[in-house]
């Protein structure tokens, strides 16, 4: 009886024991079962790029308004709108002729210039002549007089006067040749020239003849300005006046741009332009390009920033690279005016560790992963199974789509991305097919 009890008992532990792996089994297999499909993606190294964009219009990196320099009646309009000129082509020509009348009325006035100073010389000369015998004839008689005084032929009253005419006589040389000096631009004590064999340079240097043919030149180029050239290659883009309007100095009249170097003025956030420096690398897109991005490299930062609307921006002018015009049908033409966006690469890194953007979550200002570690089990579907472990990462630089992962991961580590506030550290789950 005893030793059948002891059966009794030893089979009903078997079976507990029996039931017991079976139910651990079970078990186990419903915890696999029940592991979470998510989304992941796999830790890889390369480039981040970060960007900056902004939209703005073409221009022309030349421009100019060609205005009047005198007052004149436009007389001929030789361009019209959106007409090809080189530089140098005429543009209009403005009434001139009372600015020809006035040139030849200086022309005159420089030949008389000329006579006035040659007759000077003339004149100045023959004073000074004069002066140097009357001077001379003043010493034979104070001579003579000295003379005759010591023999008490004449007079002292006559000796004086003599004296007199003597001293007189030199203060009149004296002037004579100051004055003659002072014509031929000497200094005063200087012996002056009594031929004329340099008359020609005293002319030509004379302050009167120097101001008429300052004024010649300038009533000559009052000519010149009437007939209005445009200074750059280009397209005419506006025609200001009509043939028989009144132009004055500094009036518009013709505008003309460059159609060689073309710049997108691009409008920049005044919280991102300190990322902008000359040089950096620029894609740029227009819906007058369709299908085509052009490259460009930044040529020119505002060092202010304005208000456009409800915002503050910074404008910047990119250089076009011309080569990237070229499309598949020819070299594109762009517009001076039409609408575009350029996207700014503001800095480049390569070979660095990136994540999504939505593969971490930010606690305390300490970011974080949910790293995938296989456990070797598959679930029913033949799914791999990982458990999640929450990491700790160091991030760098970002782009739009990724971040830089400075420490914390490795090349192939596998995380979760998506919608990570339902997950936790420590569960199972699945990857997703998608």
């Excluded at 000077?120 to 000295?146: C, E, H, P």
Aim: with cysteine; net charge neutral; hydrophobic share 40%.
């Amino acid at each position: 009886m005893k030793r059948r009890t002891a059966l009794y008992v030893i089979g009903a532990i078997l079976v507990l024991v029996i039931a017991v792996v079976v139910l651990n089994m079970t078990l186990r297999g419903s915890r696999y079962e029940t592991a979470i499909p998510i989304r992941a993606a796999a830790v890889s190294r390369g480039t981040l790029e970060d960007r900056v964009s902004g939209n703005g219009t073409f221009k022309p990196k030349a421009s100019i308004t060609v205005t009047a320099q005198v007052s004149a009646e436009v007389a001929v309009i030789l361009v019209a709108k959106n007409r090809l000129v080189r530089a140098g082509d005429v543009l209009l020509t403005l009434r001139s002729d009372d600015y020809a009348l006035a040139a030849d009325k200086t022309k005159s006035a420089l030949a008389s210039a000329r006579r006035g100073v040659r007759q000077s010389l003339v004149t100045l000369r023959a004073q000074y002549r004069g002066a140097a015998a009357a001077l001379a004839d003043a010493q034979r008689t104070m001579d003579k007089n000295r003379e005759l005084i010591s023999s008490k032929s004449i007079s002292d009253e006559t000796l004086q006067k003599s004296s007199d005419a003597l001293d007189s006589a030199g203060v009149n040389w004296q002037s004579a040749r100051e004055q003659l000096d002072l014509r031929c631009d000497l200094p005063l004590s200087a012996d002056p020239p009594l031929d004329s064999s340099e008359d020609e340079a005293i002319v030509e240097s004379s302050p009167e003849v120097e101001q008429a043919l300052l004024s010649q030149r300038a009533a000559q180029d009052d000519v010149h300005k009437c007939t209005v050239t445009s200074p750059i290659a280009g397209i005419v883009t506006d025609v200001k006046l009509s043939e028989g309007d009144m132009a004055n100095p500094s009036t518009p009249l013709v505008s003309v741009e460059s159609r060689g170097d073309m710049l997108a003025e691009i409008q920049i956030d005044e919280v991102d332009i300190g990322k902008i420096q000359l040089g950096q690398a620029a894609e740029i897109t227009s819906d007058s390009l369709i299908g085509l991005a052009i490259r460009g490299t930044v040529d020119m930062i505002s060092p202010t920033v304005m208000t456009l609307g409800s915002t503050r921006v910074s404008l910047v002018d990119v250089r076009i690279d011309k080569e990237s015009l070229r499309g598949p049908s020819g070299v594109a033409s762009l517009r001076s005016g039409a609408s575009c966006t350029a996207h700014i690469t503001t800095s480049l890194l390569k070979g660095v560790l990136l994540i999504p953007l939505s593969s971490f979550i930010t606690e305390d200002n300490v970011a974080a992963v949910y790293h995938l570690t296989p456990v070797g089990k598959k679930n029913a579907a033949g799914a791999d199974v990982y458990q999640l472990s929450k990491r700790s990462i160091t991030t760098g630089t970002s782009d739009i789509n990724n971040m830089e992962a400075s420490s914390g991961l490795t090349d192939g580590d596998r995380i979760a991305v998506g919608n990570l506030k339902l997950l936790r550290d420590g569960i199972l789950v699945t990857i997703r097919p998608d």
